[in-house]
Each structure stands twice: as C-alpha cells, then as structure tokens.
C-alpha cells in the first residue's frame, strides 16, 4: 500500500527562504507531504491553535536554524522554540540541523540586538543535546542532508503516514472478505464434523453406498440442434460414484469440475433399452445435469463422511466453490483402486502370482461397447448384445 509521510518545517521565515526551498524540494522528492509557515497568514498567536493540530498530524518535524532566533511569544520565546517544545512534548521524530558558521551568514539575516543573539545562543546549545545534529553553510547542502536524514528516518521509524481514501477502503474491503472466507470455511468444518446421529437421528450404516445403486438422469442434447433428445435413467453404484470423482477431490476440485466428472459417470451407467436406443440416435452429443441430480449426491457424500469444502486460500476475486476428500474418504477410495499383492495360492510354487496357479479372469461385457472421448461429446452407447 502507497504511504506518504508528513513533515512539518520549522524555521524562521525571512532570513532561509532559499533554504527552506530546497527543504521542501528534497521532501516532495521522496513523496511526503511537506507543512510549515508557508501555510499560515502569520507566525503569531492566534495561528498557534492551527499549527500545534498539523504538527499533531505530521510524522515528522524537521527543524532549521540560522542566525536569527525570531519573532517572540508573550513568553518571551521564538515561534520556533516554542514549535520545537511541542514537538518534543508529542513525541515526534526531531531532525534538526544547524548552520555550521554563523559569523559567515550574510548581514540581514542575523539578529542585531545583543538579546536576541544570547537566545539563539542557548536556543543552538538546546538543540545540539541529547541528539544528533547535521551542519550546513548552504541551501544546497541542507537540503541534500535533509533527503539523507529524512530517507534514513523513514526506513528505520516509519511514521503512520498517509493514504489514500479508495486505497484504504479497498485494503478494508478485501481484510473482511478474507474474515468472513475463514469464518464461514469453519462452520462449515464444524458442520460437517456432526455425527448424523446428533444432527438427524439418522444412522449411517442405513444411508446407501458401496455397491449399493442409485439412479440418476441426465440429458442428452444435439451439438447441432440444442434440442433436448434423450433423457435417459442411468443406474450406478456409490463406489462408481467416488471412483470417478475422487481422483480428482485428492486435491480439490470445482463444483463445475465435480459435476463433470459425475455426468460422465452417469452416462456410463446401466441404461434401459429404449433409453440407450433414443441416446444412439442423437448425433454429436453433448451431456447435461440438473442441478438437483448434483446436489443429490453431495450432499448424501457429505452425509457419508466422504467429501467437505475446500479449505484453500485463494483469490479474492476466485467465486467457485471447492470440495475435497474427507480422510475417511480418502482411505476408502484408495481401497477402491489401489492395486493390491496377490496372496500366494496354497500349493503352488509359493511365488505371488504365478500364471498357471491362477484361474483366467472372465470377460464381462460393459452395458456400452464404445467410450466417449470428450466429455462434451460422447459417443453414444451401443445397443446391449
């Protein structure tokens, strides 16, 4: 986020006109705001209530000296003086610099009674304790160690700054939503931690799954028409179900990802004749499913125990929504497809998985003798033989 830092400059006014030029050109040259007299009618005591409010505003002050002390107080001290005691009072971050010869700054811009030179004397002394203090003999130099000075204090005391209104308002915005991202990412983990026992009254070991069917409808439309023309029943498995949309949850996946996913796995499904003879005839195919088939099976999968939201940081800008496997999910689909040792057959050569001690695996035959290549266009399901 872009900061800019205010710096008030205080100073007499008359006797460092160029210097406090080339002060305010060094603070604008690293983009702060620079404040001082320059923006009050008169250094006097009805201005004073203003000017204490910008040093109150300012991140830091930086203060000149030359060889003049300046107007007075009814106290008796100068403007600056008493500018410099507020900003000690307030904490402020001092950088102050002195002119490093007085006796070679140019008649007129020195104090001529001998009152006001002993205050500035012990004005000077005042300054140069307790804190470090750069010289200078001309405005060029001064402003050169101010930019030094002022860049060093910026990275080693950075000051709170300035921003802009929109800026803020953004960085707000984007805190909250990251806030409520997180809040609502824990209710539903808490939500989705409830046994359904203490939720419904439900138990689970009586909600389908494993080989247990479920019949979902899809719809098949033309590529080139659009039109709706088949509308097939399909029948699949749970395990079906989680081995085709699982892989995928190891990670996480989209909602629209999932959905995919699933209609493909429902295409491959057990249809009826009729409904495999209407999908044969619909040319370059295109799959749909309702939203209501969808949230079906999510929610009886969450129910399961087997998937949850995604939990990922993104961006804020990123309006999908997320699912995963659970880790009981997780563990079931890997006993669903990993590949496990056979087990040494009693008698044998005691080898795993010798050829002639093994029984030849019978050829079944899928409900469709042709593969979809595109998920956007599948083939379409032979008749059964």
């Avoid at 400059?9 to 002060?23: G, K, M, P």
């Avoid at 500035?120 to 003999?137: E, N, T």
């Avoid at 209407?278 to 209501?292: H, I, T």
């Amino acid at each position: 986020m872009d900061r800019r830092y205010q710096v008030f400059v205080s100073s007499t006014y008359v006797d460092l006109i160029e210097e406090r030029r080339q002060v305010t050109q060094a603070i604008l040259e690293l983009d702060c705001i620079p404040a001082g007299m320059e923006l009050f009618v008169a250094a006097d005591e009805t201005q004073w209530e203003l000017i204490r409010d910008v040093i109150d505003l300012s991140d830091y002050y930086v203060l000149i000296v030359g060889g003049r002390y300046g107007s007075r107080t009814k106290d008796g001290i100068s403007f600056t003086e008493q500018e410099f005691n507020y900003a000690l009072q307030q904490g402020k971050h001092v950088l102050a610099f002195v002119h490093g010869n007085t006796d070679d700054i140019a008649q007129g811009k020195t104090d001529k009674d001998d009152e006001s030179r002993e205050l500035l004397a012990k004005f000077r002394s005042r300054v140069m304790q307790d804190r470090v203090v750069a010289d200078f003999l001309t405005a060029d130099e001064l402003g050169s160690k101010v930019s030094r000075a002022l860049n060093r204090a910026i990275r080693t005391r950075p000051g709170i700054g300035w921003i802009r209104g929109d800026s803020a308002a953004g960085d707000e915005a984007e805190r909250e939503i990251l806030r409520l991202r997180a809040e609502l990412a824990e209710a539903r983990e808490q939500s989705q931690s409830l046994r359904i026992e203490n939720s419904t009254g439900l138990d689970e070991a009586s909600l389908a799954h494993g080989s247990d069917e479920i019949e979902l409808q899809i719809a098949v439309r033309s590529r080139l028409t659009g039109q709706s023309s088949a509308d097939p029943i399909t029948t699949v498995t749970w395990d079906d179900i989680i081995q085709a949309i699982g892989p995928a949850l190891i990670d996480e996946a989209t909602e629209d990802e999932v959905k995919e996913k699933l209609k493909l796995c429902a295409y491959h499904g057990r249809m009826s004749e009729s409904d495999i003879e209407a999908v044969n005839k619909v040319p370059n195919k295109r799959l749909y499913a309702s939203e209501d088939e969808f949230e079906k099976v999510v929610v009886h999968l969450r129910f399961l125990g087997m998937i949850e939201s995604g939990t990922k940081r993104r961006a804020v800008s990123d309006a999908n929504k997320y699912l995963r496997l659970t880790p009981t999910g997780q563990a079931y689909l890997a006993d669903l497809m990993t590949v496990k040792k056979p087990s040494p057959v009693a008698g044998g050569s005691g080898k795993v998985g010798d050829p002639e001690d093994s029984p030849p695996i019978a050829q079944t035959d899928s409900p469709h003798s042709t593969e979809p290549t595109d998920p956007a266009a599948p083939e379409a399901p032979a008749q059964d033989a």
